[in-house]
């Protein structure tokens, strides 16, 4: 396979994941699916993995360029991440609360 078809082969493969994650409702690979400022310097983000799952971090600087991630967590599911976000947003990061709030009140699959 030459250049030319290997390029055409992957923008097929692009397209085709693309409409399979629209029929799983989930979002594409590093897609922020949620991101606020918030109190100083820090930026909260809900990051897409493209297979489902998610991440949620606190970073300070200029993201997503140069940055310093202060915090984060992993998600089985977007939904979770989101549902995290949800219940901690008005809270000062207070990363020991955070994190309970992690163990206590998501799901078991993100332990």
Do not use: C
Not at 35 to 59: L, N, P, Q, R
């Amino acid at each position: 396979m030459n250049r030319d078809e290997a390029l055409e082969r992957l923008h097929v493969i692009d397209e085709e994941a693309k409409k399979l994650r629209e029929s799983l409702k989930i979002s594409g690979v590093g897609e922020n699916i949620w991101h606020s400022d918030t109190m100083d310097d820090d930026e909260w983000i809900v990051e897409a993995d493209g297979y489902g799952k998610a991440t949620f971090s606190i970073v300070e600087g200029n993201y997503p360029n140069d940055y310093l991630t202060k915090f984060h967590l992993e998600f089985s599911s977007e939904g979770n991440a989101l549902l995290f976000v949800d219940m901690v947003y008005d809270q000062e990061p207070d990363y020991d609360e955070l994190r309970r709030v992690y163990k206590e009140d998501i799901s078991e699959e993100d332990r």
